[in-house]
């Protein structure tokens, strides 16, 4: 079992930068691979980022998906932020590690959650 709690989210300006973090309680925290998913009022829950690799196209360049294994945490480091960034970001862990990267877009393939951090950005 592991628990998620994330931190680090609030009201920004379009233009800054906001660090996210997800710590994860447990002892193999390193044996899972982490991702970020965010959800905006009315719509889907949608990915960020995952496993230092993947990212979403809408952030690509912009977040930075990191993690710190001796603190049990993972880490995304939001930059250039936009009003359309503005969401409850949540951070997911899974057990499997996929073949194809695109299967960790998916919530469902992801066993634990975070209640969930909110992001806003004003223009």
């Known amino acids: 079992q592991v628990q998620l709690v994330e931190s680090g989210g609030g009201l920004v300006q379009a233009g800054d930068s906001l660090r996210l973090s997800c710590a994860a309680s447990?002892?193999?925290?390193?044996?899972?691979?982490m991702g970020w998913f965010r959800q905006a009022p009315g719509e889907e829950r949608e990915f960020v980022a995952a496993?230092?690799?993947y990212y979403a196209d809408s952030v690509k360049g912009r977040f930075t998906i990191s993690r710190d294994n001796a603190k049990n945490t993972v880490y995304l480091q939001m930059n250039s932020l936009k009003p359309e960034d503005t969401a409850v970001y949540y951070c997911?862990?899974?057990?499997?590690?996929?073949?194809?990267?695109?299967?960790?877009?998916?919530?469902?393939?992801?066993?634990?959650w975070g209640q969930g951090t909110q992001v806003t950005v004003s223009s």
């Open positions: 496993d230092s690799t």
């Open positions: 447990g002892r193999t925290f390193s044996s899972y691979v």
């Open positions: 997911a862990a899974t057990r499997t590690r996929f073949s194809t990267g695109s299967a960790y877009y998916t919530p469902s393939r992801y066993d634990y």
